[in-house]
């Protein structure tokens, strides 16, 4: 494992993620993972990421794990939810957010803190204030931000002094290269990647035959569906070629392929079995040659114009009459719609958002969705759309 050096910290090139703790991967069996991350710390990963909203027992079982050896690894976790379950960055719910993951996680201080998602009702001044406190008490050593709209980590870029920025970014989602990576090199803030192996697909294991249990993200996450899926497998196909020359996986060319961007401080994974482990932490330590980078790219741009064409059009498609009567899919062509138009440029991000979470939320809910709160929702997207 090779290590990277920023603030007084070498990150390990590759990350470990906790995200599967939510469920959203699928169920996962907690003995074996405390021994996943036990491996993780053998193989040399020493950035661990985790959230309050990861499921209850995440932070808990992490701060398991790591007790022995605190001094040696970079804990990463995020601000959770308020009590009514939207995000709250007002001062006293960031100080007693970070109080209640200290807590858990059963340490004095954390590495890394980050503000997980937006709270529009709370001015970035404000919670920047208490990010500050936070470290003036000792309480974290770093902070940043992760899944806000670009404008907004621009406003925290410019009041706070955020050290880290977690950002989506593989072969298949390069949306955050086009925005998000420049601003922050211009900032001087590190990039974190995470979902490198694009959830899995990547690694060529998923096909348009792979079914995923309920509460698995993929089920609506756009990557897995219409013309996106089709070009993250044939990306997937031209990384396992590209791997050939090198003995090398192609998820690990496309580990490989992330950290060879520039502002990557490192590559977060989430892996629940050993094995993927091992296989992700072998992306580090040796480097794609210039004229393979030139070769994926120049894939990647091909792919790129078919989506910026295609995607638009499919947008319309969906937005134009009525959403299909089965709710699951209607559901998922709403979230298609959002996430899509936002990479696209379709639509201002942070008019969006707050539908986003509507929707969202409204499927956490007791309740199932009905039809018509749905179709709301297209009339309310279709109307910002462009
Ligand atoms: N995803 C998000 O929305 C998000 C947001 C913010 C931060 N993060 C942080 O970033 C971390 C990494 O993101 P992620 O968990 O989405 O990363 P990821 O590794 O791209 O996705 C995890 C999925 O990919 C599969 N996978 C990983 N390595 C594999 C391999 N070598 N071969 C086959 N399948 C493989 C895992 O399968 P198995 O379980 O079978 O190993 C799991 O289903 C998260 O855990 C979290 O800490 C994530």
Same mark, same amino acid.
């Given at each position: 494992?090779?290590?990277?050096?920023?603030?007084?910290?070498?990150?390990?090139?590759?990350?470990?993620?906790?995200?599967?703790?939510?469920?959203?991967?699928?169920?996962?069996?907690?003995?074996?993972?405390?021994?996943?991350?036990?491996?993780?710390?053998?193989?040399?990963?020493?950035?661990?990421?985790?959230?309050?909203?990861?499921?209850?027992?995440?932070?808990?079982?992490?701060?398991?794990?790591?007790?022995?050896?605190?001094?040696?690894?970079?804990?990463?976790?995020?601000?959770?939810?308020?009590?009514?379950?939207?995000?709250?960055?007002?001062?006293?719910?960031?100080?007693?957010?970070?109080?209640?993951?200290?807590?858990?996680?059963?340490?004095?201080?954390?590495?890394?803190?980050?503000?997980?998602?937006?709270?529009?009702?709370?001015?970035?001044?404000?919670?920047?204030?208490?990010?500050?406190?936070?470290?003036?008490?000792?309480?974290?050593?770093?902070?940043?931000?992760?899944?806000?709209?670009?404008?907004?980590?621009?406003?925290?870029?410019?009041?706070?002094?955020?050290?880290?920025?977690?950002?989506?970014?593989?072969?298949?989602?390069?949306?955050?290269?086009?925005?998000?990576?420049?601003?922050?090199?211009?900032?001087?803030?590190?990039?974190?990647?995470?979902?490198?192996?694009?959830?899995?697909?990547?690694?060529?294991?998923?096909?348009?035959?792979?079914?995923?249990?309920?509460?698995?993200?993929?089920?609506?996450?756009?990557?897995? *569906? #219409?013309?996106?899926?089709?070009?993250?497998?044939? !990306?997937?196909? $031209?990384?396992?070629?590209?791997?050939?020359? /090198? =003995?090398?996986?192609?998820?690990?060319?496309?580990?490989?392929?992330?950290?060879?961007?520039?502002?990557?401080?490192?590559?977060?994974?989430?892996?629940?079995?050993?094995?993927?482990?091992?296989?992700?932490?072998?992306?580090?330590?040796?480097?794609?040659?210039?004229?393979?980078?030139?070769?994926?790219?120049?894939?990647?741009?091909?792919?790129?114009?078919?989506?910026?064409?295609?995607?638009?059009?499919?947008?319309?498609?969906?937005?134009?009459?009525?959403?299909?009567?089965?709710?699951?899919?209607?559901?998922?062509?709403?979230?298609?719609?959002?996430?899509?138009?936002?990479?696209?440029?379709?639509?201002?991000? *942070? #008019?969006?958002?707050?539908?986003?979470?509507?929707? !969202?939320?409204? $499927?956490?809910?007791?309740?199932?969705?009905? /039809? =018509?709160?749905?179709?709301?929702?297209?009339?309310?997207?279709?109307?910002?759309?462009?």
């Amino acid at each position: 494992m090779k290590y990277r050096s920023y603030k007084g910290l070498d990150i390990s090139e590759v990350g470990m993620g906790c995200y599967a703790l939510s469920g959203s991967y699928g169920s996962v069996d907690l003995e074996n993972y405390k021994s996943v991350l036990n491996h993780a710390l053998d193989l040399g990963i020493n950035l661990f990421d985790t959230a309050a909203t990861y499921g209850d027992e995440a932070e808990k079982i992490l701060g398991e794990v790591i007790t022995p050896v605190r001094e040696d690894v970079i804990i990463s976790t995020k601000i959770g939810m308020g009590d009514d379950g939207r995000p709250s960055l007002a001062y006293d719910d960031v100080k007693s957010a970070c109080k209640n993951s200290l807590s858990r996680l059963n340490i004095d201080y954390i590495d890394i803190y980050l503000v997980h998602f937006d709270d529009p009702n709370t001015e970035v001044k404000e919670t920047v204030h208490a990010l500050e406190d936070l470290r003036n008490e000792g309480k974290i050593k770093h902070y940043g931000v992760s899944h806000l709209p670009a404008e907004r980590v621009k406003e925290y870029l410019e009041e706070g002094d955020v050290s880290f920025c977690l950002m989506e970014l593989s072969a298949v989602s390069r949306q955050s290269r086009k925005e998000l990576l420049p601003l922050c090199q211009k900032y001087g803030t590190k990039a974190i990647a995470f979902s490198v192996t694009g959830r899995g697909i990547l690694s060529g294991k998923i096909d348009e035959d792979s079914e995923f249990a309920p509460g698995d993200i993929r089920k609506m996450d756009p990557l897995f *569906k #219409k013309e996106r899926f089709k070009s993250a497998l044939r !990306i997937t196909e $031209k990384l396992k070629e590209i791997g050939k020359k /090198y =003995d090398k996986t192609s998820t690990q060319v496309a580990i490989n392929w992330v950290l060879s961007q520039d502002g990557v401080i490192s590559a977060l994974t989430g892996p629940s079995s050993k094995e993927h482990l091992e296989e992700n932490v072998d992306s580090s330590s040796w480097n794609l040659k210039e004229a393979d980078l030139r070769e994926i790219e120049s894939f990647l741009d091909k792919e790129e114009e078919m989506l910026e064409e295609k995607e638009p059009e499919i947008i319309n498609e969906i937005l134009k009459d009525g959403l299909p009567e089965k709710i699951e899919q209607a559901f998922n062509d709403l979230v298609y719609v959002m996430e899509v138009s936002i990479d696209r440029g379709m639509v201002e991000e *942070k #008019k969006i958002v707050p539908i986003f979470q509507e929707l !969202i939320g409204k $499927k956490k809910g007791d309740e199932d969705l009905t /039809y =018509d709160q749905l179709e709301d929702i297209r009339r309310k997207v279709k109307g910002l759309i462009v």
